[in-house]
Protein backbone atom coordinates (compact mmCIF):
# COMPACT_ATOMS: atom_id res chain seq x y z
CA UNK A 1 0.00 0.00 0.00
CA UNK A 2 1.48 3.61 -1.42
CA UNK A 3 2.44 5.83 1.94
CA UNK A 4 2.21 9.71 0.89
CA UNK A 5 3.82 12.28 3.29
CA UNK A 6 3.11 15.70 2.50
CA UNK A 7 5.72 18.98 3.53
CA UNK A 8 5.76 22.46 3.03
CA UNK A 9 2.86 23.81 4.73
CA UNK A 10 3.39 27.06 6.70
CA UNK A 11 2.60 30.53 7.23
CA UNK A 12 2.46 32.93 4.83
CA UNK A 13 0.98 36.87 3.49
CA UNK A 14 -1.71 37.27 1.34
CA UNK A 15 -0.19 37.63 -2.02
CA UNK A 16 2.54 35.24 -1.34
CA UNK A 17 3.22 31.56 -1.76
CA UNK A 18 4.19 28.32 -1.08
CA UNK A 19 5.29 25.04 -2.50
CA UNK A 20 3.59 22.07 -1.11
CA UNK A 21 5.42 18.40 -1.97
CA UNK A 22 4.30 14.64 -1.46
CA UNK A 23 6.10 11.99 -1.27
CA UNK A 24 5.80 8.78 -2.40
CA UNK A 25 6.95 5.11 -1.03
CA UNK A 26 6.38 4.35 -4.51
CA UNK A 27 6.39 5.33 -8.12
CA UNK A 28 3.40 7.04 -8.80
CA UNK A 29 3.57 7.02 -12.48
CA UNK A 30 0.49 4.48 -12.58
CA UNK A 31 -1.77 6.52 -9.92
CA UNK A 32 -4.12 8.99 -10.06
CA UNK A 33 -3.17 11.42 -7.90
CA UNK A 34 -4.86 14.16 -6.41
CA UNK A 35 -4.38 17.81 -3.69
CA UNK A 36 -7.24 17.97 -1.64
CA UNK A 37 -7.83 20.34 1.49
CA UNK A 38 -10.05 20.89 4.55
CA UNK A 39 -10.75 23.89 6.04
CA UNK A 40 -12.33 24.07 9.86
CA UNK A 41 -15.85 23.55 9.89
CA UNK A 42 -16.01 22.22 6.06
CA UNK A 43 -15.76 19.37 4.22
CA UNK A 44 -12.99 18.53 2.27
CA UNK A 45 -12.79 19.65 -1.24
CA UNK A 46 -10.55 18.94 -4.12
CA UNK A 47 -8.25 21.24 -5.33
CA UNK A 48 -6.07 19.36 -8.01
CA UNK A 49 -6.39 16.34 -9.50
CA UNK A 50 -4.90 14.40 -11.87
CA UNK A 51 -5.07 10.86 -13.81
CA UNK A 52 -2.27 8.47 -14.10
CA UNK A 53 0.82 8.93 -16.39
CA UNK A 54 -0.10 12.10 -19.25
CA UNK A 55 -3.55 13.06 -17.75
CA UNK A 56 -4.87 16.34 -18.42
CA UNK A 57 -5.11 18.07 -14.88
CA UNK A 58 -8.21 19.34 -13.27
CA UNK A 59 -8.16 22.34 -10.90
CA UNK A 60 -11.20 23.74 -8.41
CA UNK A 61 -12.55 26.93 -10.18
CA UNK A 62 -11.24 28.39 -6.72
CA UNK A 63 -7.57 28.38 -7.70
CA UNK A 64 -7.31 28.30 -11.62
CA UNK A 65 -4.49 30.08 -12.81
CA UNK A 66 -2.72 30.56 -9.06
CA UNK A 67 -2.10 26.70 -8.06
CA UNK A 68 -0.21 24.35 -10.60
CA UNK A 69 0.44 20.64 -9.75
CA UNK A 70 3.19 18.91 -11.03
CA UNK A 71 4.83 15.25 -10.68
CA UNK A 72 8.46 14.50 -10.43
CA UNK A 73 8.43 11.13 -11.52
CA UNK A 74 12.28 10.93 -10.61
CA UNK A 75 11.86 11.67 -6.60
CA UNK A 76 8.27 9.59 -6.36
CA UNK A 77 6.49 13.05 -5.70
CA UNK A 78 3.82 15.61 -6.67
CA UNK A 79 4.51 18.97 -5.64
CA UNK A 80 1.20 22.03 -5.89
CA UNK A 81 2.97 25.22 -6.65
CA UNK A 82 -0.11 27.92 -4.76
CA UNK A 83 0.81 31.37 -5.71
CA UNK A 84 -1.57 34.79 -5.04
CA UNK A 85 -2.48 32.69 -1.72
CA UNK A 86 -5.59 34.61 -0.37
CA UNK A 87 -6.92 33.85 3.48
CA UNK A 88 -9.54 31.48 2.20
CA UNK A 89 -6.84 29.50 1.07
CA UNK A 90 -6.40 29.02 4.41
CA UNK A 91 -7.01 24.68 5.10
CA UNK A 92 -5.09 21.64 5.86
CA UNK A 93 -4.01 20.11 2.18
CA UNK A 94 -3.57 16.40 2.14
CA UNK A 95 -2.87 14.62 -1.39
CA UNK A 96 -3.78 11.46 -2.40
CA UNK A 97 -3.65 8.56 -4.38
CA UNK A 98 -5.97 5.86 -6.50
CA UNK A 99 -5.76 3.52 -9.06
CA UNK A 100 -8.61 5.50 -10.29
CA UNK A 101 -10.73 8.24 -10.12
CA UNK A 102 -14.14 9.31 -11.80
CA UNK A 103 -14.56 12.77 -10.47
CA UNK A 104 -12.19 14.97 -8.32
CA UNK A 105 -13.68 14.19 -4.72
CA UNK A 106 -12.38 12.45 -1.76
CA UNK A 107 -14.22 8.91 -1.97
CA UNK A 108 -12.59 8.19 -4.97
CA UNK A 109 -9.12 8.68 -3.50
CA UNK A 110 -7.90 4.92 -1.29
CA UNK A 111 -4.25 6.33 -0.41
CA UNK A 112 -4.17 9.43 2.02
CA UNK A 113 -1.21 11.35 3.43
CA UNK A 114 -1.25 12.58 7.14
CA UNK A 115 -1.80 16.83 6.06
CA UNK A 116 0.00 19.72 6.16
CA UNK A 117 -1.14 23.15 7.33
CA UNK A 118 -0.80 26.18 5.52
CA UNK A 119 -2.31 29.40 6.89
CA UNK A 120 -2.69 32.48 4.60
CA UNK A 121 -2.86 35.95 7.06
CA UNK A 122 -1.53 39.36 8.31
Known amino acids: QVQLV ?5 LVQPGGSLRLSCVASEE ?3 YAVAWFRQAP ?3 REGVSCIRSRAG ?3 YADSVKGRFTLS ?13 S ?15 WY ?11 GQGTQVT ?3
Not at 102 to 112: G, T
Request: aromatic residues 12%; proline residues 4%; charged residues 25%.
Open 56 to 58: SIE
Open 28 to 30: LDD
Open 120 to 122: VSD
Open 85 to 99: LKPEDTAVYYCAASW
Open 102 to 112: YYCIPSEFSHW
Open 6 to 10: ESGGG
Open 71 to 83: RNTTKNQIDLQMN
Open 41 to 43: GKE
